[in-house]
């Protein structure tokens, strides 16, 4: 595995005040195993071709990586992972089609919280794909830069989604704040910001009509009715 740092099968340890950067390949790898760990106040860049600034991959469970800078041609990618937390951190996709963070793979339970998610022009601040579970929950987050804020996509069953307090801000031309491909969601999106670089807020029409999207206390030049 090409990582500036891989953690293998390794538990409780702590990176805190790091520059770790790795041209080559990805800038850090929660491996199979690698549990509560965790990294803070520090800056983790990876390849800005095909590989991510961090990489949870399968196996990997309860990481959490907080005040950080962190910058891959996508910023965050999530594979198979349990319980990641991602807070006060800042995610930036170096590619025109990269997501600041792409959870897939049939990951469970994802917590992002104050953090700032720069996506590509082409890609999405989040990605939600397919097939995940458990509880996924952002609070006071912000996107910027990308073609879709939050792209989602059909969930495992016992998946729950809930957004509080997200601001979609400097989007690219022509953006989608919230993009669902697909699926059957019940849940409740609190506190959205939608700035003038919002073209469409909300797309919900490929949504299962078993589903109920609700909307409290929306704001900004796009909030819509």
Request: proline share 1%; no cysteine.
């Amino acid at each position: 595995n090409p990582s500036g740092v891989y953690l293998l099968n390794g538990s409780f340890s702590t990176i805190t005040q790091s520059n770790i950067s790795n041209p080559g390949g990805y800038g850090v790898t929660f491996g199979g195993s690698a549990v509560r760990n965790t990294i803070s106040v520090s800056t983790i860049t990876g390849a800005a071709i095909s590989y991510s600034g961090l990489f949870f991959n399968s196996g990997s469970a309860t990481n959490t990586v907080s005040n950080s800078y962190v910058q891959g041609s996508t910023a965050a990618f999530l594979i198979n992972s349990v319980g990641s937390t991602i807070d006060s951190s800042v995610l930036v996709a170096t590619s025109p089609t990269g997501n600041a963070l792409w959870l897939t793979g049939g990951s469970v339970n994802l917590t992002l919280v104050a953090d700032t998610l720069i996506g590509g022009q082409s890609g999405a601040g989040v990605f939600l794909d397919s097939n995940n579970t458990g509880a996924i929950a952002f609070s006071s987050n912000t996107i910027k830069a990308a073609r879709y804020g939050l792209l989602i996509s059909t969930q495992s069953a016992g998946a729950s989604l809930a957004v509080a307090t997200m601001t979609f801000a400097s989007l690219a031309a022509g953006a989608t704040a919230v993009q669902f491909t697909g699926g059957t969601f019940i849940s409740t999106f609190t506190a959205m910001d939608f700035d003038s670089s919002v073209a469409v807020n909300v797309n919900a029409s490929l949504l299962n009509t078993a589903s109920r999207i609700t909307m409290n206390a929306h704001s900004g030049a796009r909030t819509g009715a």
